[in-house]
């Protein structure tokens, strides 16, 4: 387990997180055009994307003060075709009452540390527009915008733009090795 500050700790997300992080995601599927799911995701669906991603890649949450689960962030493979194989999009969402107090910010960085670790090089962002807090935080933690699919994704009676940010995670080599799968605990 990480420790950051003096009540905030990182440490990688189990099953039993699942109702703590289905929790968290809801009201921002229900709500908002944040994600584009239109129905909320039980406790057993977040549960089987948990082991699914930690397959491979890192789940990570975040605890309060509490010990219970404040925010979340994980990565996923960027495409499927192999040459993408470097590549990964990540994904950060944090509880109401924990926005604004650098939860995001370490659990990125985090996550960051962990693929370059295992040998990724690019990471990409989607972020549904407007989101100026969210694009503070990944342009924060250096990702730039790479363009943006407009009118891509119909939720809450409209049509909403998704933009697409970028961040290198290391300097290409010419010769990468593959990325080696996450074995579910955290360099140290």
Known sequence: MTALGSSMKLRVATAADAEAIAAIYAPLVRSTAISFETEP????DMRARIEATLQGLPWLVSLDDAGGVSGYAYAGRHRERAAYQWSVETTVYIGEGSRGKGVGRALYSA???????LGYYQAFAGITLPNAAS???HEGLGFAPIGIYRQVGHKLGRWHDVGWWQRPLQEPVAAPLPPRRFAGALAR
Not at 111 to 117: I, P, Y
């Open 135 to 137: 694009v503070a935080l």
């Open 111 to 117: 996550l960051f540390e962990e693929l370059v670790r």
């Open 41 to 44: 995701p039980s406790a057993a």
